[in-house]
């Protein structure tokens, strides 16, 4: 916490403004996830930016192996001075976008904050996970309501199973709401991770006059 409230503002990471509110609004917030985690497990934290929630995973769960994907320089240097100056063995940075690592890189679980919506998420995220495997997004309120709006591209990218769940009762208020999707044996990976969202009409071509037949 002090990284994010001293370098985390002077780099860009982190508004002023957030400072008092860091530990409950981010950090806490962030840290219950890895609830969900099973032991011993490969994570990979697509945009990580500020380490959230990779960063606060990783230090939470020493067992588990995070691997947090960050495509801007600055962003991702920080990233590096930070896990260097807390001596985390359990983690690694690369500087790179979540598409450019398809067929490169698996992991048990990937999460997500702040990232894309759930559709494009889907897309970049699916692909990174072994068959089933979990996709861990940080939504907010309307959480069910993107489900729904996006399932036909979830499963297009490869997810058999969607649901909502609220973590860290007691811990923090409220709840912190995390849509888990399970990727299935053979993720499909959308074009350039562009939404697949199903358009609400659908243009049918006319189909050709038939011709009567020859008296």
Excluded: F
Aim: charged share 25%.
């Amino acid at each position: 916490m002090q990284h994010l409230s001293s370098t985390g503002i002077s780099w860009g990471l982190v508004g002023p403004r957030e400072v008092p509110r860091l530990w409950e609004r981010h950090v806490l917030n962030c840290a219950v996830v890895s609830d969900l985690l099973s032991p011993d497990a490969r994570v990979i934290d697509i945009g990580s930016g500020a380490g959230l929630p990779g960063l606060t995973i990783a230090l939470r769960r020493p067992d588990l192996r995070v691997l947090l994907v960050e495509p801007l320089l600055r962003r991702a240097t920080w990233l590096e001075q930070v896990v260097a100056d807390l001596e985390l063995g359990n983690v690694t940075v690369r500087r790179a976008r979540a598409e450019e690592l398809h067929g490169v890189e698996r992991g048990d679980y990937v999460t997500a904050r702040a990232v894309a919506s759930l559709d494009r998420l889907a897309g970049w995220a699916l692909p990174l996970l072994r068959p089933g495997g979990q996709l861990l997004a940080l939504k907010g309120r309307s959480a069910e309501e993107e489900v729904a709006r996006t399932v036909a591209a979830v499963e297009a990218a490869g997810g058999v199973a969607t649901e909502v769940l609220s973590v860290g009762q007691g811990l923090v208020d409220p709840p912190v709401t995390v849509v888990r999707v399970t990727a299935g044996s053979r993720p499909v990976r959308s074009p350039s991770g562009r939404s697949a969202e199903v358009p609400a009409r659908r243009r049918r071509h006319p189909r050709p006059a038939r011709r009567p037949p020859a008296g």
